[in-house]
């Protein structure tokens, strides 16, 4: 695997955050009360693994919080925001990493309220933050984890990356207090998986891996590079509703479900809501490997190799 070198010296890369176009202290990095992200939820926010300084499917990122950007109608300077992005990387080593990019819709136009903005005047604001963390552990992978199913917890505008995560906040304290690594989220009659709190869910029958229908789930970057790879590896894939009973194998064998995340990359489910699922190590590993080559691929790409 290619690995790219860390810059050099700096400060820490948590202490320091990158506020619209600024590094300022941790403690400085703060925005006002009345920001329509603070009163409405009005953000969005993108979530990306860092590694010996580059961020992994970084115009994707980008890309897709731009175009939540424009749906929501907050304008925002891509070419800074990228810039930003350089200045706060540069400035402090880290070797495996978590970066965190989020605009705010600001605060309302001449200092009132409303659920409507203008556009005319709107100051979006830019927060990003890197955090060292250790990548994870090789068990995670080899053993699978283990996962409940959660249903009426589902997110506003599911094809955004909202900052009104609300519903993820409480799945994900479902899976913990059940001791799962995370929550599936699941709607209708019968039910059917949409995602995790934090990640995307695929099926995998033995043949087919099958992804839950655009619009229904976000529509994630590492599960859209890992469907892509997954069919030039030569392997089926299919979207459609996905119901919890044929994952849980009623009428015949459970299926195997994969997460995908951009911090985990690919991993399998070894049980649901504590029944054992299909084994399905083997397939995450290969897709796994070749979402990691494209991510280094992009990591060059940041590097300007």
Not at 87 to 100: D, F, K, T
Not at 231 to 244: K, Q
């Amino acid at each position: 695997m290619t690995r790219l070198p860390a810059p050099a010296g700096g400060a820490p890369l948590a202490d320091l955050v990158l506020l619209d176009d600024a590094l300022v202290p941790r403690e400085k990095a703060v925005v006002s009360a009345f920001d329509r992200g603070v009163l409405y939820g009005e953000s969005l926010f993108e979530t990306l693994k860092v590694e010996y300084g580059a961020p992994c499917l970084w115009e994707r990122h980008r890309d897709r919080l731009a175009a939540g950007c424009a749906e929501l109608g907050i304008p925002v300077d891509v070419g800074a925001l990228e810039d930003g992005v350089r200045r706060l990387l540069a400035s402090g080593p880290v070797e495996h990493g978590v970066l965190r990019v989020q605009v705010t819709g600001g605060e309302q136009p001449g200092g009132g309220r409303g659920m409507t903005a203008p556009a005319e005047g709107r100051r979006p604001r830019i927060v990003a933050a890197c955090i060292q963390t250790p990548p994870p552990d090789d068990d995670h992978y080899a053993g699978g984890v283990r996962v409940v199913s959660c249903a009426g917890l589902l997110r506003p505008s599911p094809w955004l990356k909202s900052g009104n995560y609300l519903a993820s906040v409480r799945a994900k304290a479902v899976a913990e207090s059940a001791g799962a690594y995370e929550c599936v989220l699941v709607t209708g009659e019968p039910p059917c998986v949409l995602e995790g709190s934090f990640s995307n869910v695929l099926l995998w029958d033995g043949d087919v891996v099958v992804s839950p229908p655009e619009g229904e789930r976000l529509p994630g970057v590492t599960v859209g590079v890992v469907l892509e790879e997954a069919v030039r590896a030569g392997v089926p894939v299919t979207m459609r509703p996905i119901r919890l009973g044929e994952v849980a194998g009623e009428g015949g064998a459970a299926a195997g479900l994969l997460l995908t995340s951009s911090l985990s990359g690919v991993c399998w489910c070894s049980h649901l809501d504590g029944a054992p699922l299909r084994k399905s190590v083997e397939i995450a590993g290969l897709l796994r490997e070749r979402l990691i080559a494209r991510e280094d691929e992009t990591r060059r790409t940041w590097g300007g190799e």
